[in-house]
């Protein structure tokens, strides 16, 4: 996710859900772990470096609640190229659907005080976003997520390791 794009999204889940806001960064999850454990790492950063597209545009709309006090953005525009992005990365053109999403608050945290209906009412209700690289990341326990790699989507660049967005 470009930077100008994530500051006022981290702002807004410290409000909303600091919890999950310490864990890790604002993001869109591209593949689950189960997808990925069969899957050889040096072929998946090729995959991304030859993805042929680039950037990933998405567009969020207006906030929805969900399990309670759980708070995401729903992704409203580019789920088709999302949806080939996972086929590409994943070798696989029957890849299971998972929509993007951003989540501002996770429901298996705490209701934060600042998670209610006034503070959404300021959430823009249009959102666009590109995606430039992607990341694998990995938790321990209730530690925060550690971001393993990192590499350009569609670029030549080298894998590098330290912060990123799993986008």
Do not use: K, Y
């Amino acid at each position: 996710m470009s930077a100008p794009g994530r500051a006022p999204l981290e702002v807004l889940r410290q409000r909303l859900d600091p919890a999950q806001a310490a864990l890790i960064p604002a993001h869109v999850t591209l593949c689950r772990e189960d997808e990925l454990s069969a899957l050889d790492v040096d072929a998946l950063v090729t995959r991304i470096h030859t993805w042929p597209h680039g950037t990933l545009t998405l567009a969020f709309g207006a906030p929805q609640r969900f399990q309670g006090h759980g708070v995401l953005l729903p992704g409203v525009q580019g789920d088709d190229a999302f949806q080939r992005l996972r086929q590409w990365l994943l070798a696989d053109p029957a890849a299971r659907v998972h929509h993007a999403h951003l989540t501002l608050a996770h429901p298996r945290n705490p209701r934060a005080p600042g998670n209610t209906d006034a503070a959404l009412a300021g959430v823009p209700t249009a959102l666009r976003l590109g995606f430039a690289q992607v990341a694998l990341v990995q938790q321990a326990g209730a530690e925060p997520w550690q971001v393993l790699w990192q590499a350009p989507l569609g670029g030549l660049g080298h894998v590098l390791p330290g912060p990123g967005l799993l986008g």
